[in-house]
């Protein structure tokens, strides 16, 4: 999301009345004359799901990709105090096949793409547009409706309104936020999901406490490759006045204003301390190499264009901001947000430090921070976890903090790719995890066969890989 902030998390109509939206929430009635029979062509069924509405198909061979919006109630708890219209995307295979149920934790993407499951599956693909990112965003805007339960009960709804019509068997999955996203449904909503595969997901469960993290970038990598990335982050700090210059200039060409964040000065600090984040969730050990070898002696073009290049000076702008609003929202009220030291960094070139949430959204937005909803998250888990696969990154930062499973968890499972970043996935395992991460995906999608279920040695994705498809490049951001 950069170009923009560390946080999260890159490798995406109901009828009539108002009064009806909150009957939409019940299970749907059976088929009856008056409606599609699972026969008619699958945009019928679909568009006859009350609530649900069309903005556009595109084609893509094997598959029919649609884009729709579907209405949701603004308050899951009050359905008749107003909706608004949240977009999804439907990759449809074959109701015969089983349907992943992605989402991104952020905006959905318009292009179809098929996440790692999906392949696996050979499936169908339901996404979802996280509530409050645009334009799935009431208006107005009441931000205190923005919180992991309401969107939890979001795809709720929208899983009951399609399992009329895709009814085998259900995954969730997300990476980042997206993999937050599907554990806090899972927490809320166990009986709807078949499996969960939740990819690099931070888990926060104590906001104050972030010494993970220091520990994390303490032993990353290499000492040379961690000293590099140290001494280019303090030098831009030394020569923040020469460098704020050429930020100015770019500033004013770009249109760039910092309303939000307060002054060009306290987002271009925000931007250097994001540098060695940045470099780690994205990047891999051997891209050291690209990062100036002595920043004493580096020309200003060249700090200005890798701390550009990872980070993006964009990012803390109000336009690079604005995007996100919903997820530092998000950060600042119950996710939690990391606060990292920087010990190579004397305390006078730092002076505001790693800046909260609350720095990133604007001040007309009411913002209290609720300990609770991690800690409860995370008891969830490690206590009744069942079906759950989390995949980490051995280099990823926000592995620091992952989800842990306890003697609750059943047919769960915790695995981390090595050297990976925040890319993270299952191809990424090693041999045997990697074997056991599919065939257990295959189990639970009711895809296994039997040779598979005696040796999971055996298990591979049932699609093959589309080069377009399954291209999951990401817009650089520092959030999950």
């Avoid at 078949?194 to 993970?212: F, I, L, T």
């Avoid at 690209?290 to 290049?309: M, N, R, V």
């Avoid at 003697?407 to 981390?416: L, Q, V």
Wanted: charge should be neutral; hydrophobic fraction near 35%.
């Amino acid at each position: 999301m950069r170009k923009t902030l560390r946080w999260l998390l890159s490798l995406v109509v109901l009828i009539g009345t108002v009064s009806t939206a909150g009957a939409a929430t019940a299970a749907q009635p059976e088929a009856t004359a008056a409606q599609p029979s699972a026969t008619a062509d699958i945009k019928d069924r679909l568009l006859a799901i009350p609530g649900m509405s069309l903005i556009e198909e595109k084609p893509y061979t094997g598959y029919r990709y649609f884009v729709l919006n579907y209405t949701q109630p603004i308050d899951h708890r009050h359905p008749s105090k107003g909706t608004f219209k949240q977009r999804i995307t439907v990759l449809h295979k074959d109701t015969a096949r089983p349907t992943v149920f992605f989402t991104s934790g952020y905006n959905v993407s318009t292009t179809p793409r098929r996440s790692e499951p999906t392949q696996i599956v050979d499936g169908n693909q339901i996404s979802m547009e996280y509530r409050f990112f645009t334009p799935s965003r009431p208006d107005p805007a009441d931000w205190s409706k923005l919180d992991i339960w309401q969107a939890a009960s979001d795809q709720h709804r929208i899983f009951k309104a399609l399992k009329k019509i895709y009814d085998k068997k259900w995954l969730s999955t997300g990476g980042s936020k997206g993999g937050m996203t599907a554990t806090y449904y899972e927490r809320f909503y166990p009986r709807d999901m078949d499996g969960v595969v939740a990819y690099v997901a931070p888990n926060d469960v104590v906001n104050k406490e972030d010494s993970a993290y220091d520990r994390f970038f303490a032993g990353v990598g290499t000492k040379e490759c961690r000293d590099k990335l140290n001494a280019v982050q303090r030098e831009a700090l030394v020569r923040r006045e020469q460098l704020e210059k050429r930020y100015e200039e770019y500033a004013a060409a770009e249109g760039l204003t910092f309303k939000t964040i307060g002054s060009m000065d306290k987002a271009y600090e925000a931007v250097v301390l994001d540098y060695v984040w940045g470099f780690w969730q994205y990047s891999l050990l051997g891209d050291c190499d690209t990062i100036p070898a002595d920043a004493a002696k580096a020309t200003d073009d060249e700090l200005w264009s890798t701390i550009d290049t990872i980070v993006g000076f964009s990012a803390y702008a109000d336009q690079g901001l604005e995007q996100y609003t919903p997820y530092y929202y998000q950060a600042g009220t119950q996710l939690g947000a990391p606060d990292i030291e920087f010990p190579h960094i004397e305390p006078g070139l730092i002076r505001y430090g790693y800046q909260p949430p609350r720095n990133f959204v604007p001040r007309d937005i009411s913002m209290k921070f609720q300990p609770w909803a991690m800690r409860d998250v995370d008891t969830w888990v490690k206590h009744n976890a069942k079906q759950m696969l989390f995949v980490y990154g051995e280099n990823d930062p926000w592995g620091s903090e992952p989800f842990h499973l306890g003697k609750g968890a059943r047919d769960s499972y915790i695995f981390t790719a090595p050297g990976a970043n925040h890319g993270a996935n299952v191809a990424g395992l090693v041999a045997d995890e990697k074997a056991l991460a599919t065939a257990r995906i295959l189990k639970w999608a009711g895809v296994a066969s039997a040779t598979v279920q005696d040796d999971p040695a055996k298990a591979k994705p049932l699609a093959k890989y589309d080069r377009k498809l399954d291209k999951h490049s990401a817009e650089r951001q520092l959030r999950p």
